[in-house]
């Protein structure tokens, strides 16, 4: 072979690979959108990423993420969910009822996979649950629905209590009105009355930490909202500073100081989405996809709280407590 001949010939096997290169696809991109922030929801993120890894993908390896996160205004979620259309990802993850009805109004093709606390039909995010349809699908917690039964481990706790207060965020209308409608019920089974507080912003605590004081009421339910999911600490703070006993619906408040929770485990549900994420990145259609449920749920106590409260934990608490913290 002449000299000449072999340069070219390994001229152009040096530019094999920069072809195939070329040629290759690009990394896929999943949208995150979330009404919270990210400094308060490390386990979801760390679990959501699990999900991921168990459908084969890794950020940073053969997916990329884009975030969005509204940092508890809801009224930012459209366009945070348009902005995510128009870098045309492959898939959107929404999390909570607010960021799964934007992610909804934003497109009617890039497949969606929510989670919500409330029944995804009732919020029009599917047809139905074991063949959803269109291009939404998701993991369906409950957290929203749960309030009746922790009016009654909260009731369980302070027997004596006959006035309660619900706190529910008002820019999450369906949310809210459905949690205030299923509490108010069980509260009349129980001979309750039920005050409800309205909060949506950090600017609302004052006023209600005067209704609490005005209405001098003995227990507090705190209602499943990605807004107080980003307060926990106020909340757990301000049922303190009242001596007013309350319930909160993850563990994270508890953590923070808060009473007790009951609610599905959040980390449960982030892991479920980022499955079906994976899911679908590789091939599967939302629409054939079932509305997954997370079915972790867990009742956390503080004693360190109970006892600042002056409260006596009763022995049907003590046997179904799945975790204290002390």
């Known amino acids: 072979m002449k000299r000449r001949e072999f340069i070219s010939l390994l001229g152009g096997a040096a530019a094999w690979p ?24 490390v386990s979801p993120l760390a679990a959501y ?57 934003a497109t009617a093709t890039i497949p969606v996979v929510f989670v919500t606390g409330v029944d995804p039909v009732k919020l029009g995010l599917v047809a139905g649950l074991n063949r959803p349809g269109g291009n939404l699908t998701g993991v369906v917690t409950l957290s929203g629905e749960l309030g009746p039964k922790r009016l009654e481990l909260l009731h369980e706790l302070v027997p004596a209590v006959t006035t309660v207060a619900q ?59 990605p807004f107080f999911n980003t307060q926990n600490r106020q909340l757990a703070t301000l049922a303190l500073r009242h001596a007013v006993p309350a319930i909160y619906s993850n563990r994270d408040y508890v953590t923070a100081g808060g009473l007790m929770s009951y609610g599905n485990n959040l980390p449960d549900a982030y892991r479920r989405n980022g499955i079906y994420a994976g899911r679908i990145l590789k091939g599967d259609k939302p629409g054939d996809l ?7 749920f867990e009742l956390v106590i503080n004693l360190e709280t109970v006892k600042a409260l002056g409260l006596d934990l009763p022995l049907s608490l003590q046997i179904r407590v799945d975790e204290v913290i002390e």
């Open 18 to 41: 920069l072809a195939a290169r070329a040629q290759q696809p690009a990394m896929p991109v999943l949208g995150f959108l979330s009404s919270g922030a990210p400094e308060f929801f």
């Open 49 to 105: 990423a699990q999900g991921l890894r168990e459908s084969g993908y890794r950020e940073g390896v053969n997916v990329a993420i884009e975030y969005r996160w509204s940092q508890a205004d809801n009224d930012r979620l459209p366009e945070l969910a348009a902005d995510l259309v128009r870098r045309r990802v492959s898939v959107i993850s929404a999390f909570g009822p607010p960021a799964a009805l934007a992610a909804k109004g």
């Open 167 to 225: 706190l529910v965020n008002p820019t999450n209308p369906r949310t809210a009105e459905t949690q205030s409608r299923d509490l108010e019920t069980a509260a009349r089974v129980l001979g309750l009355k039920v005050h409800v507080l309205h909060a949506s912003s950090e600017g609302d605590w004052d006023k209600v930490s005067a209704s609490l004081a005005e209405l001098r009421v003995g227990a507090l339910v705190i209602g499943s909202d």
């Open 290 to 296: 079932p509305v997954d449920q997370s079915t972790k």
